[in-house]
């Protein structure tokens, strides 16, 4: 009998979980841009907020479930919870208005979303 070997590349409900998020975050900066030039961009942007946290749990959530009944690697777990740290971060700033730091911060959180997600497909 022989086991099933899994490749990084075969977690589907991961790589679904990173796709979400780097789409939430993309949808983050459209939003900040309407924010800047919309009535309700403000609604939107915080709304989206939302979503994007929620997405950064199911993809901490999807990494766990990967890794301990998966057999999966632990790396991913702690690449999603550092991305759940940093959207916890990302929240705050944008609560206490500090644009200076939300902004850039958003821009690593998409780029290191993209990165991780090209890691999975690649």
Not at 75 to 84: D, I, S, T, Y
């Amino acid at each position: 009998m022989t086991t099933p070997t899994t490749t990084q590349h075969g977690f589907p409900l991961l790589r679904a979980a990173i796709a979400l998020q780097t789409l939430t975050i993309f949808l983050q900066a459209v939003s900040a841009g309407l924010l800047l030039t919309t009535s309700y961009g403000e609604t939107l942007h915080g709304v989206g907020a939302r979503v994007m946290y929620g997405a950064s749990m199911l993809y901490l959530l999807a990494a766990v479930l990967a890794w301990k009944p998966g057999g999966g690697p632990v790396r991913p777990v702690g690449e999603a919870a550092g991305f759940l740290v940093l959207a916890s971060v990302q929240v705050v700033l944008g609560i206490a208005h500090v644009p200076a730091v939300h902004l850039p911060l958003g821009v690593l959180m998409f780029g290191l979303s993209v990165l991780a997600l090209a890691r999975r497909t690649g």
